[in-house]
T-cell receptor, first 113, second 114 residues
Framework: DSGVTQTPKHLITATGQRVTLRCSPRSGDLSVYWYQQSLDQGLQFLIQYYNGEERAKGNILERFSAQQFPDLHSELNLSSLELGDSALYFC????????????FGPGTRLTVL | GENVEQHPSTLSVQEGDSAVIKCTYSDSASNYFPWYKQELGKRPQLIIDIRSNVGEKKDQRIAVTLNKTAKHFSLHITETQPEDSAVYFCAASKSRGSQGNLIFGKGTKLSVKP
């Protein structure tokens, strides 16, 4: 157990819908990173927050957004869902903003039907 | 941007043999190189990492080497055991300042046959 928690574990929804994925970092970690894992694209970085502020953006679609709250938990919002959005979504946390020693949560498996 | 190539994509070894997985990176500014192990349906687990000011790091049966000039780094697992079977990912990061996103290789599926 890495200490990073994610909810829900599984999510099944329909195309066009909107979902919210939640992540709580390890105690003391200020950085949260979101990654998408699909069979054809591997692990892809989406976005990073550090102490409530956005710090880095990867290939995140405009339909996706995220935020980090004062208690440091983070939410990833996915809207206008498409079949291709089906994937495992992981969050990771680290103490610093520099990215070393990132510990991953158990992931949320999103299935879009 | 950074690109990380990982080879081989699959690797099968006999229990007790050694396994080596190699990665190359493109951005010479990258300075942090972790390795993750992912079992089926589970989270990626950090197993070892190395920074650019170090050439080699060992932790029991696992070692990582880094060649900055050639921009490649490798994971070495000795005395492999069936429980080492998993997908291994290398990654690279410019771990400085305020950004630290990891760029991952495509993964190597390691199978250790008893």
């Amino acid at each position: 157990d890495s200490g990073v928690t994610q909810t829900p574990k599984h999510l099944i929804t329909a195309t066009g819908q909107r979902v919210t994925l939640r992540c709580s970092p390890r105690s003391g970690d200020l950085s949260v990173y979101w990654y998408q894992q699909s069979l054809d694209q591997g692990l892809q970085f989406l976005i990073q927050y550090y102490n409530g502020e956005e710090r880095a953006k990867g290939n995140i679609l405009e339909r996706f957004s995220a935020q980090q709250f004062p208690d440091l938990h983070s939410e990833l919002n996915l809207s206008s869902l498409e079949l291709g959005d089906s994937a495992l979504y992981f969050c990771a946390s680290s103490v610093t903003s520099g990215g070393a020693e990132q510990f991953f949560g158990p992931g949320t498996r999103l299935t879009v039907l | 941007g950074e690109n990380v190539e990982q080879h081989p994509s699959t690797l099968s070894v006999q229990e007790g043999d050694s396994a080596v997985i190699k990665c190359t990176y493109s951005d010479s500014a990258s300075n942090y190189f972790p390795w993750y192990k992912q079992e089926l349906g589970k989270r990626p687990q950090l197993i070892i990492d190395i920074r650019s000011n170090v050439g080699e790091k060992k932790d029991q049966r696992i070692a990582v080497t880094l060649n900055k000039t050639a921009k490649h780094f490798s994971l070495h697992i000795t005395e492999t055991q069936p429980e080492d079977s998993a997908v291994y990912f290398c990654a690279a990061s410019k771990s400085r300042g305020s950004q630290g996103n990891l760029i991952f290789g495509k993964g190597t599926k390691l199978s250790v046959k008893p």
